[in-house]
């Protein structure tokens, strides 16, 4: 069995003698003790390793305690780290609350009690351990969360190749067949010919029903030309199928080639929204846009429906569908953020992700060859 993973405790102390001591009493929880003899010194350590809990003498010389417990919550990494201020003097109420707005959660005592000061320290220490397995296990649950999406999307690429190359196959192949049988049998009764032509109608309809399903699955031009291409394609789909008006707006015109995960990741982000319109809001009218902003992609689809709720609007967990919470696990994945809102008429989806060389492929446009 794996032994627990050791936490650091950093003691400040301008007195080495102290330091010490703190060592001596909080051996026992075999913890990693890291000291440090002034404040300087302590933000040094802080810059350089994670820390569980910092043991903090009030009373220390150029840097007091309380200056560099504001320095050290005033840093965005160490606002949460709690504090634990030794005293050997007597604080008044106006030092402790100055102590507590400071950043700290206890104070110790002179002459320090060992058995007491090394509960404190153990709770903060085992809540840190607590904190860090929780996260290992959510960055575990991401990676396996990512992997099923990708695994998602293969399967669709699988499936829509096969209805395409076998199921379409097999289709045209009998519509060519009666076709040549009517053509070729000019002695046919009328009424046979007729049942032969709807058969063949019939056919061509399964066949172009069958091409649909397989490219909203995956469509080619994903691969083949790229995002843009492929956008367009799905929104004039949706206006035939349903009578919504779409627009796309991109920018800039000649938008740069995405590496193949994120171009699949936002075309699925926007073919779920557009889903979303489709299925719940009633809209007339839908817009869909992609921006390059400085360092950010920002992909917006808006409706002008009957809203969302509250709730809806709060992405909370019992209130989202599967297609939103598919929508922003693919967000997670590549470091992005969904909101949504009412747009006053209709809902705005929003989603922003990260924008960098690693992100791009090729130069500019579709169609341009990787590189």
Sequence with gaps: MRGKSKINILMVDDEPGKLLSYEVMLGDLGENLIKANSGREAL???????????????????????????????????????????????LTDIDRVRGYRAGAVDYVSVPIIPELLR??????????????QLEALNAQLRRLSSSLIAAQDQERRRIARNLHDSLGQELVAAKMSIDGTVLQDQAINPMTRAAATEASAMIDR?????????HLLHPPLLDEVGLLSALRWLLEGLTKRS??????????????????????????????????VLRHSGAKNGWVTLKRQNVQLVITVRDDGKGISERVADLRSRSIGVGLGGIGQRVK????VLRLENANPGTRVEVTIPFSNETKRGQTGEGTPDT
């Design 44 to 90: 040094e350590r802080l810059l350089k390793i994670d820390v569980a809990v910092v043991l903090m003498d009030v009373s220390m010389p150029e840097m007091n305690g309380f200056e560099l417990a504001d320095i050290i919550h005033q840093h965005p990494r160490f606002q949460e780290i709690p504090i634990i201020f030794i005293s050997a003097l007597l």
């Design 206 to 214: 399964a066949i172009q029903q069958v091409r649909s399903v397989s």
């Design 119 to 132: 509960a404190k320290v153990s709770v903060f220490a085992e809540l840190h351990r607590r904190a860090q």
């Design 333 to 336: 994945e590549f470091g992005g």
């Design 243 to 276: 009578g919504i008006e779409t627009f796309l707006d991109v920018q800039p015109p000649e938008f740069p080639r995405l590496t193949p995960e994120l171009e699949t990741a936002i075309f699925r982000i926007i073919q779920e929204a557009l889903n979303n």
